[in-house]
Nanobody, 124 residues
Framework: QVQLVESGGGLVQAGGSLRLSCAPS????????MGWYRQFPGKQRELVAE??????SYADSVKGRFTISRDNAKNTVYLQMNSLTTEDTAVYFC???????????????????WGQGTQVTVSS
C-alpha cells in the first residue's frame, strides 16, 4: 500500500508564502499525474493544481500565485504558494495516480492515492 507523505503546511500571515511537499512512501513507482486539492470546512474537496506529463493546470483562484512542480526522479510534487490570503485557509491534500501492473502481460490499473492532508492557515 503506497502512502503519500505531505509536509510544509502551517500558519502564515496574509501576503506570505508556504511551500508544500508530497512524496510517496515507496520508490520505483510509476505515477502519471500528481496534484494538490484543498478542502474548506463543510465543503467538498476541490482541485488546486495538477501536473501531468509536464503540463500544469490551476484553479482560477490560485493562478498567478501558486506554482506546482515535480521532481520526477523522486516522484515528489511541490506547491509553492505566494501572496496567500485568508481565503486560502484550508486542508490541502496531495493526490497521485499510481500505475500498478497487475499481470505478467503488463496489464495495469491506475489507482487514486491520497495524502493525509496538511492544514494551511492564513491569518489576517
Amino acid at each position: 500500500q503506497v502512502q503519500l507523505v505531505e509536509s510544509g503546511g502551517g500558519l502564515v500571515q496574509a501576503g506570505g508564502s508556504l511551500r508544500l511537499s508530497c512524496a510517496p512512501s515507496r520508490s520505483s513507482l510509476t505515477i502519471t499525474r500528481m496534484g494538490w486539492y484543498r478542502q474548506f470546512p463543510g465543503k467538498q474537496r476541490e482541485l488546486v493544481a495538477e501536473i501531468s506529463g509536464g503540463f500544469t493546470s490551476y484553479a482560477d483562484s490560485v493562478k498567478g500565485r501558486f506554482t506546482i512542480s515535480r521532481d520526477n526522479a523522486k516522484n515528489t510534487v511541490y506547491l509553492q504558494m505566494n501572496s496567500l490570503t485568508t481565503e486560502d485557509t484550508a486542508v490541502y491534500f496531495c493526490h497521485a495516480t499510481v500505475r500498478v501492473v497487475v499481470n505478467v502481460e503488463g496489464a495495469y490499473v491506475d489507482k487514486d492515492t491520497w495524502g493525509q492532508g496538511t492544514q494551511v492557515t492564513v491569518s489576517s
